[in-house]
């Protein structure tokens, strides 16, 4: 990562979870057929995993912006991945449906008409806004009579056209008319709109029960922060390299570095255990060396525990500002200067700016006016100066 390897440990951690996920295919076993959807899926992984070591090999550049512009494309396809592996249902959501046809619907869904079998609930507004979830997709039944459950998101991954744009620039083809391909485009545009936007996404994996408001909460701090590199609306050269950033740049940072490295083990190890859960949840597949890859799972979660992602804890720096937070709360609004107890987990806000707190993370910290000290498990005399 640099001259002087300051982050040895996430190095070796990260090469080992890129070789797995690289040559994932390659440790499938098959029983008798091997499955397409799940040669697939495998394929997302790597392709996720070219992603993330690319944002590393930036890293190594000391490109960070450009390494955590990349992250928020690899934060969106975990979590497309994480639907395509999982997902079992979808939502859909439909404007300006009047009662008329609300009452056809219902009609038909009671009479049984094909496409309303996959529905498993709808709701509709007084404005006509109606809301379906539906329930994906099933293989033909095999001989014994047992069928495969793919998620909806797979085949939304060849469907969904990012070049055709809105209905009102098409113009003529040969082949088809404007007004079927200003059709294809509107029904296009509300394909990205309704499953792919970031808010779609997250809608559906609280709809299958994948996530929770919490992690919902969570998965958007870190979209919003790695959006600030996506877009050139914001000079973000300080906040990468420190606050001599303008008198050269690019150069080395510790803390970029790091953050570069938390964020692809991070993301690589969500995305290779929902790959694991999906192929327990399938039949006729499974890792040739289970036991390797979960240990090697278990390691990544060991080594990148502080970062605070999802399914882990605050790290003691953020429940020490948690309480001080509290304890300025009470003295500003007069009451007595007795400590009030530490906040419990739930509690604790979860950071808006994964670098800042980093950063700080370097550094011990002794509040006067509380008396509660952060003691850093590793100090650096420049984090101090860093923020």
């Known amino acids: 990562m640099s001259d002087n390897d300051e982050h040895r440990e996430l190095v070796a951690v990260w090469k080992s979870l890129n070789s797995i996920m690289d040559d994932l295919r390659q440790r499938l076993q098959w029983r008798d057929t ?24 930036l890293a190594d550049q000391f490109r960070y912006e450009s390494a955590l512009a990349l992250l928020r494309t690899g934060i969106e396809q975990c979590l497309v991945d994480w639907l395509v592996f999982l997902g ?21 869904r009671a009479a049984g008409a094909d496409w309303t079998t996959n529905i498993r609930e709808w709701t509709r507004t007084k404005k006509g806004d109606v809301r379906i979830v539906r329930e994906g997709m099933f293989s033909e039944p095999d001989g014994d009579g047992n069928r495969r459950q793919v998620s909806i998101y797979y085949f939304l991954l060849d469907q969904y056209r990012p070049t055709l744009g809105p209905p009102s620039v098409q113009g003529e083809d040969w082949a088809i ?48 922060f790695l959006s600030g590199f996506a877009h050139p609306t914001t000079d973000q050269r300080r906040n990468v390299y420190g606050n001599d950033a303008l008198f050269g740049w690019p150069k ?65 720096y953020d429940t020490w500002k948690a309480h001080n937070a509290a304890c300025f709360r009470k003295l500003q609004a007069g009451e007595t200067p007795e400590l009030p107890p530490e906040p419990g987990a739930e509690e604790v806000p979860y950071p808006v700016d994964p670098l800042r707190r980093l950063v700080a993370m370097h550094s011990s910290a002794n509040e006067i006016l509380t008396g509660l000290a952060f003691v850093s498990p590793w100090p650096r005399g420049d984090a101090r100066f860093r923020r």
């Open 177 to 224: 008319s404007r007004d079927d391909l200003r059709r294809m485009a509107g029904e296009n545009e509300a394909l990205w709109r309704v499953y792919l936007t970031w808010s779609a996404l997250l809608t559906n994996l609280q709809a299958n029960a994948l996530i929770d408001d919490v992690d919902a909460g969570r998965l958007a701090a870190h979209y919003r």
């Open 252 to 316: 080395y940072d510790h803390y970029s570095s790091e953050l570069v490295l938390l964020y692809a083990i991070r993301l690589g190890s969500l995305e290779l255990w929902h790959f694991i859960q999906a192929i327990e949840q399938r039949a006729g597949a499974q890792l040739g060396d289970p036991d390797e890859v979960i240990k090697m799972l278990e390691t990544a979660e060991t080594a990148t525990s502080y970062f605070w992602f999802l399914g882990t804890h605050p790290h003691a």
């Open 88 to 108: 079992r249902t979808m939502v859909q959501r439909i404007t300006g449906v009047d009662d008329d046809k609300w009452d056809e619907w219902q009609a038909e």
């Open 34 to 57: 091997e499955y397409m959807d799940v040669t697939d899926m495998a394929d997302r992984v790597r392709g996720l995993s070219i992603h993330l070591d690319s944002a590393v090999e």
